[in-house]
């Protein structure tokens, strides 16, 4: 799938994820099964991954949706997260390839997990002190929850005092609240499935109500505990066990991706003879000293993936073959297929990624194809059946001029691969593709940018297409009066339109600079550029070509990006749009770090192989305790981190310039 496309189909699965978690978990009446749910969380945190894009509504930003007015809010003691998706085996394979990596260990290292069953239900999290049941709250949006106690309390699996000796002082149990089907077919003319029955069981007012409804409760770790003496997984759930908390019968230990596919596919086969839903097995890292040293990644555990469950597929008819672009140039080929009907959704759109999926699997207008919905934004082909192909078939070219401008379209060549990219892109810079121009204005307005709420990506293009907005600094000079006479607009949504426009325009220098959609400057790089740069000032000062040479400092800013930022201020287009915006908008200078960690405003860089760990997390190591780190030898810099079969010139340099050459071994003792 090309990066245009994609993000077309991202921001229109964002809103469906806003409308169908307000539904869910506001209003308490859902619209589409769990298994839809479900899925469109996947599609939305798999294109994130493949193309780095980022939304403030997106379920890797929110687990859940804002508590429930109805009860009182009340923050989690850590976060409840949500978990990475695997399909097949090599989505297991490329997550223990990264903690591999990440920990430095072996190529050939076998890790111990415990794999336990994905019960498709609500989560919760219980608090205990001096053994007794204080607290329950929902997930809620991952950082704070519902106090629904007392509507917990009403659970016969769930204690509400453990004795035991070893029961620690102070911990969150956490777990998944849910109903057995059987006890849900006398409630399925009140709920769409036995998920929704237990979600709108817990948010009764009245807890006496929630009482008559055969909730289950089954514990699977722990949040924060002041006492946590136990080494693995598995051991604390045999621990929970004993402390009165049921738990799966389906929990396993087991070593090697090879037996986590054989267990995989056991449960799948029987799955339907369970009196429970499940969507999936997770795997955990056994051992919490590994899980600690892993830590996490945005909102999700680096420690842990949840294997789903087979796709659901389904044969149709490609009617056309559509070519979207988007912000970055990117051509992504959409396959418009005779509408199908693939686990309960109508399907009328299918991904074809780019040219060479296209050439690979030699995809055609008219053929009948298979169609699969798992793991992408939308549906995708997977196979032509070529017996059924028509005899004037003839091969899909590609365009190699932009369908919206007319420009050249070309693939880019990487120098790293040696090989150009498989997506084919518009070479048009800036601001003279319309249909590049109206996406920039999308992500321009969008939560992790300007976030001005009310301002969708709907209401950009019809603002686009009646002339209202062309380039994103006219959104701060619109024609409000005309807008209150066009159809859906009253005084209301115009004056929230007003409030939202001017709130955004106090807006930090990083988030500014991702904004503008700059190609390779996702929110991470845009805040390393804005971290160096501090003031507004200095970026408007990379349009000076020496002076953007300087960034190759970064640590994590290479040639990719600094390329990219040279294109894009190469640009009058787009020298003009910041130059405007910068009069429009009140762009706030960076903020630095408070952190009052051991290595607070210490400056690092590292040379040679360090032992035992990896770059990726001695460098997460000293970020957490307040450093920095730079990738070249400056006069910022404070300590050059010297491994084996160091850079002689790294060295020498910063001997040069009396910085501190320290070993791995004092590292070690600074972090103590």
């Known amino acids: 799938m090309l990066k245009s496309s994609a993000k077309k189909e991202y921001k229109e699965k964002i809103k469906k994820y806003i409308k169908y978690s307000k539904k869910y978990f506001e209003d308490n009446s859902p619209i589409v099964t769990d298994q839809d749910f479900d899925l469109l969380k996947k599609e939305i945190l798999d294109l994130e991954k493949k193309f780095n894009f980022n939304d403030k509504n997106s379920p890797s930003k929110i687990l859940g949706f804002t508590p429930s007015k109805n009860f009182k809010k009340h923050p989690h003691r850590v976060k409840m997260l949500s978990l990475a998706n695997a399909f097949d085996e090599e989505d297991l394979i490329n997550f223990e390839k990264k903690i591999i990596n990440f920990l430095n260990f072996k190529k050939n290292f076998e890790f111990e997990y415990s794999a336990e069953p994905k019960i498709d239900g609500i989560s919760a999290s219980l608090t205990y002190k001096s053994g007794k049941l204080i607290r329950g709250l929902s997930r809620g949006n991952g950082e704070e929850g519902e106090d629904i106690t007392l509507n917990l309390k009403t659970i016969c699996d769930i204690p509400h005092y453990i004795g035991q000796k070893d029961f620690p002082d102070d911990i969150d149990i956490r777990g998944e609240i849910f109903i057995q089907n059987n006890d849900f077919e006398k409630l399925k003319d009140n709920f769409a499935n036995p998920r929704n029955a237990a979600s709108g069981s817990l948010r009764q007012k009245d807890p006496k109500k929630t009482s008559k409804i055969p909730l289950k409760f089954v514990a699977y770790t722990f949040g924060f505990s002041s006492d946590q003496t136990t080494d693995k997984q598995t051991n604390f759930l045999i621990k929970l066990k004993n402390w009165g908390f049921k738990t799966s019968e389906l929990n396993k230990k087991i070593k090697g991706i090879k037996n986590l596919l054989t267990n995989h596919q056991n449960i799948e086969k029987k799955r339907f003879e369970l009196n429970y839903d499940i969507d999936g097995i997770v795997y955990k890292i056994n051992d919490f000293k590994l899980q600690k040293r892993l830590g996490f990644v945005t909102n999700a555990p680096r420690w842990a993936i949840a294997h789903k469950f087979s796709a659901s597929n389904s044969v149709s008819e490609i009617l056309n073959i559509d070519i979207q672009v988007g912000?970055?140039?990117?051509?992504?080929?959409?396959?418009?297929?005779?509408?199908?009907?693939?686990?309960?959704?109508?399907?009328?759109?299918?991904?074809?990624?780019?040219?060479?999926?296209?050439?690979?699997?030699?995809?055609?207008i008219g053929d009948t194809v298979k169609i699969e919905r798992a793991g992408d934004v939308i549906p995708h082909v997977i196979s032509v059946d070529l017996s059924k192909r028509k005899k004037d078939s003839k091969k899909f070219t590609f365009p190699l001029k932009c369908p919206s401008c007319g420009s050249k379209t070309i693939k880019e060549y990487n120098s790293q691969t040696k090989k150009h990219d498989a997506v084919r892109r518009c070479t048009s810079e800036g601001f003279k593709c319309e249909k590049i121009s109206i996406e920039k204005i999308k992500h321009f307005?969008?939560?992790?940018?300007?976030?001005?709420?009310?301002?969708?990506?709907?209401?950009?293009?019809?603002?686009?297409?009646?002339?209202?907005?062309?380039?994103?600094?006219?959104?701060?000079?619109?024609?409000?009066?005309?807008?209150?006479?066009?159809?859906?607009?009253?005084?209301?949504?115009?004056?929230?339109?007003?409030?939202?426009?001017?709130?955004?325009?106090?807006?930090?220098?990083?988030?500014?600079i991702f904004s503008l959609g700059i190609r390779h400057i996702g929110q991470e790089n845009a805040k390393l550029l804005g971290e160096f740069l501090k003031k507004k000032e200095n970026f408007f000062r990379l349009k000076n070509q020496n002076f953007i040479q300087e960034l190759i400092n970064i640590d994590g800013i290479g040639d990719t990006q600094i390329n990219s930022l040279k294109n894009f201020f190469n640009e009058k287009a787009n020298l003009d749009v910041i130059l405007s915006l910068s009069k429009s908008l009140d762009i706030q200078s960076f903020k630095e770090s408070t952190s009052t960690g051991k290595l607070k405003d210490q400056v690092f860089m590292f040379t040679g192989k360090l032992n035992n760990i990896s770059r990726a997390e001695a460098k997460s190591l000293i970020e957490n305790n307040g450093g920095?780190?730079?990738?070249?030898?400056?006069?910022?810099?404070?300590?050059?981190?010297?491994?084996?079969?160091?850079?002689?010139?790294?060295?020498?340099?910063?001997?040069?310039?009396?910085?501190?050459?320290?070993?791995?071994?004092?590292?070690?003792e600074m972090l103590q």
């Open 445 to 512: 307005v969008s939560k992790d940018a300007l976030n001005i709420d009310g301002f969708g990506k709907k209401i950009v293009q019809n603002f686009w297409e009646i002339g209202l907005i062309k380039l994103p600094h006219d959104i701060f000079n619109l024609d409000f009066e005309r807008i209150s006479k066009l159809e859906g607009w009253g005084s209301l949504s115009v004056n929230n339109l007003k409030k939202s426009i001017q709130k955004s325009k106090k807006v930090s220098l990083d988030k500014f």
């Open 628 to 668: 920095k780190i730079v990738s070249n030898v400056t006069k910022k810099l404070d300590y050059l981190v010297m491994g084996e079969k160091p850079t002689t010139k790294k060295v020498d340099l910063a001997k040069k310039n009396k910085i501190k050459v320290i070993n791995q071994k004092t590292l070690d």
């Open 327 to 364: 912000r970055t140039g990117a051509l992504t080929p959409v396959a418009k297929v005779k509408s199908v009907n693939i686990g309960g959704v109508v399907v009328s759109n299918a991904t074809l990624h780019n040219e060479e999926e296209i050439l690979r699997k030699d995809i055609r």
